[in-house]
């Protein structure tokens, strides 16, 4: 069972950054799709970004378009998302995922694509 390791969450003031990382216990996700979903209280899980196997096609939510940035090192099994420019509504917990199942060409943008998740990290944005 592969397991899905993320970190870097925090509490930043309106307009900082954070940069969250999901660490991947194998290799094996170097040939799958990884995404980013979050989910604040009483709300639904939302997709926030994901990337291809090799970094070629990204997907973003147009609320984090030009703010967020979703990168991959298979060298280190492991993705990252920058988040730049945060604003109070960006505060959720982050889930880490990855798609163990399908060789896609492009990545899935609902929580149904994918096989593992990780723990979550809490993002909270102050005003």
């Known amino acids: 069972q592969v397991q899905l390791v993320e970190s870097g969450g925090g509490l930043v003031q309106a307009g900082g950054s954070l940069r969250l990382s999901c660490a991947a216990s194998?290799?094996?996700?170097?040939?799958?799709?990884m995404g980013w979903f979050r989910q604040a209280p009483g709300k639904e899980r939302q997709f926030v970004t994901a990337v291809n196997w090799n970094g070629s096609t990204t997907y973003y939510l147009d609320s984090v378009k030009g703010r967020f940035t979703i990168s991959r090192d298979n060298a280190k099994n492991t993705v990252y998302l920058q988040m730049n420019s945060l604003k109070p509504e960006d505060t959720a917990v982050y889930y880490c995922?990855?798609?163990?199942?399908?060789?896609?060409?492009?990545?899935?943008?609902?929580?149904?694509?994918?096989?593992?998740w990780g723990q979550g990290t809490q993002v909270t944005v102050s005003s």
């Open positions: 995922a990855a798609d163990l199942l399908h060789f896609r060409r492009t990545p899935p943008v609902s929580p149904g694509g994918y096989t593992n």
């Open positions: 194998e290799r094996t996700v170097s040939n799958y799709a």
